[in-house]
Structures are given as C-alpha cells and as structure tokens.
C-alpha cells in the first residue's frame, strides 16, 4: 500500500491520533546575495508553532500563516550567509531555485531526466522572518538550514530527482511520500496507534521503542545503584550502632550515676536515642549540603562544555525541597533504628554494676 494522501487519511482516523502530515523536504538551490549553496527545505507544519525547536528564536518569528512566501534559517546558516549580526537577516528576502514540471514558469532550461520526463528550475522569493537556534547533537526531526510552510513546501515538490518513478507520481498529482509524522493526543495512546499503523502495512517508529531499551538499561543502573545505596547504609548504620556502643562503654560510670541518683531507664534511653538521631540528622543535613555542592559543581562544568560546543546552557541537577526533607527524615529515621539497640542495652545496665566499673 503506498504512502499516499488515502493513506495519511486512514491513519488520521486512527483513534487517539492527533495530527498527521508529510514530511516533505524540496531539493532547493538557496542564494542570499553572492552566497549559493544547494540544501534541503524543509515543510514544517502551522501546529509546530511554540513545540520543540521552534520554542526559541534567536531572532524573529514563527510564520505569521501557511499562504506566504517566508522562511525559517538556522543561526548556523544565518551566521554563514551574512558578514554581519544574523538577526539583521529578518525581514529580507533570499531565492530558493528548485525542480518543477516542465510548462511552470521557471528561470531555466528544460533538463531531461531518466525515463523521458523533463523538468524545469524554478525560483522562488521567500522572506526570512525567523532565525531557529540549533541544538547541536540533538534528534532535530523536520529541523532544517531553510524551513517553509508545510502547503508551500507541497506546492514546490519534495520529489526525490533520482527516482523517476517518483516524479512521474508527482506529476500525475499522486503524491507519494516516504514518511509522514503521527502526533498522538495522548502519551499512552502511542503503543496502540503505532500497532494500528503497522496493521495497515506500514513501518512505523516512536521515540517509546527507544525508551523501551533505554527504561532497561535505566533499571539495571537503578538495581545496581540501589545495591550501591544499601551497601552504604547498611555501613552508616553499623558505624552508628558502634559509636553509640563505646559511648556506653565509656560512660558506664556516668550511667550508673544517673540511675543512683534516680534516673529510671526511660530516661537512660532517651538521653541515648537523642544522641543518635542528633548524629543521624547532622549526617542527613551534611550529605544534602554535599550532594548539592557536587551537583553545582558538575553543572558548571557540564554548561561549560555544552556551550562551548553551541548548545545552550541548563540546570542538569535539580533538588526539590520534598527531596531534602526526605532525605533528612530518612537520616534520622535510620539512625533511631540503630540507635535503638544501644540505648536498650544503657538503660538495662545494673547500676551497682555500673558504678564499680573502672
């Protein structure tokens, strides 16, 4: 079944589908001034307006609408196509030349193609309006050097000039595309819309099958971490355990006082379960200080490397403030636990037994 305009309609009728439309790319000659270079523009939909990498400009705007002749550039290209500061390029015009059928208006000569079909070049005038900061390493998607409204982008073609087939296609206006983008209207509807795509006999990927294999490999770290985590409170809670313990052992004598002068055993356990939980929350509240510190730390280097490649700086540590109580309370909590088997022992101390001790 081909990827035709039938087939774009079947799956939007697919429950939970939010969107669908093709991704068309036109092979396009783009000249601003004396700079020519060939590239790809691409057609990015009116819905995209405010999503992804069209959140941030660094100059400019979305398109104003689909029925316009303007454009989208990337500060990358901007800076390579102009001497001066890239946001100076809003609002001036640059040529975009590409691939008609032969009888359109066209700048050029009619060059024969494989399989007897002619083609004429064509040019185009679109108005530069915004300047799309790239994020370098990032899975860009539609993002493009020179991006168009979606309509003019189908209006222009997006045909691949190799494949003679596919002109001829385009030609008998049986536009034919090689993927399209399905928008879902909810997270958890994706699975169920992707099989339903595969069921009308059609490769179909989302960013969940890559989720998927990294979700694993996130659970491995998660159980290997944890093990990590309960090996070193297991070792807190022993060294608290035994601070508590010499503490009685030194204070055999301080305790036996106590209880001659009529300290009851209550007593004698409390003075040591405030101990504990005053090392457990003094450890807690040292632990948060320390793993905000490291964070800071590894965020200024890691900003520090990424915008030295282009990509923008942002907080790749954060610590809520239920995280610290929690951590805090936990602290605490575990050192009472261990802290309870020593104040135990304290509080049973015969205090005869307690006062002769050297």
């Known amino acids: 079944m081909p990827l035709d305009d039938d087939a774009v309609a079947k799956i939007a009728a697919i429950p939970g589908v939010k969107e669908v439309y093709p991704d068309v790319r036109v092979p396009v000659e783009v000249t601003f001034g004396e700079v020519s ?4 523009a691409a057609g990015i939909p009116m819905s995209s307006k405010g999503q992804g990498v069209f959140q941030h400009f660094s100059a400019g705007a979305f398109f104003p609408n689909e029925s316009d002749d303007t454009c989208l550039v990337s500060l990358e290209f901007a800076k390579r196509i102009t001497d001066g500061k890239p946001e100076s390029l809003v609002g001036k015009a640059l040529t975009l030349a590409f691939a008609s059928a032969a009888g359109a208006p066209a700048a050029g000569a009619a060059v024969p193609l494989p399989g007897g079909i002619t083609v004429q070049r064509s040019e185009k005038a679109f108005r530069i309006v915004g300047i799309v900061e790239r994020q370098s390493g990032a899975m860009m998607g539609i993002f493009s050097q020179v991006m168009i409204p979606l309509a003019k982008a189908r209006e222009m073609g997006g045909t691949d000039l190799a494949n003679p087939q ?5 030609l008998a206006d049986k536009r034919v595309y090689n993927t399209v983008t399905v928008k879902v209207a909810r997270a958890k509807d994706t699975e169920e819309v992707e099989k339903k795509i595969k069921d009308l006999g059609f490769n179909a990927f989302s960013i969940a099958d890559v989720l998927q294999n990294q979700k694993r490999a996130f659970m491995l770290l ?3 971490l944890g093990l990590v985590g309960s090996i070193a409170l297991t070792v807190a809670s022993l060294g608290i355990v035994n601070t508590m313990v010499m ?16 300290g009851s055993d209550q007593d004698v356990r409390w003075i040591f379960l405030v101990e504990a939980a005053l090392i457990g929350l003094m450890g807690g509240v040292f632990g948060v200080v320390l793993g905000w510190g490291v964070g800071r730390v590894i965020n200024r280097v890691a900003n520090y490397y990424m915008e030295s490649q282009g ?4 907080n790749l540590f954060l610590i ?7 951590a805090i309370g936990f ?3 575990v050192s009472l636990v261990a802290g309870s088997f020593p104040a135990m022992r304290a509080a049973r101390l015969d205090p005869i037994q307690a006062l002769r001790h050297d």
């Open 247 to 262: 503490s009685i052992l030194e204070r055999t004598r301080e305790i036996g006082i106590m209880k001659a002068i009529g």
């Open 331 to 333: 602290a605490l909590l």
């Open 37 to 40: 270079e060939f590239s790809a």
């Open 320 to 326: 809520p403030w239920w995280l610290v109580t929690g």
């Open 311 to 314: 990509v923008p700086a942002a």
């Open 222 to 224: 998660d159980l290997l």
């Open 166 to 170: 596919a002109i001829l296609r385009q």
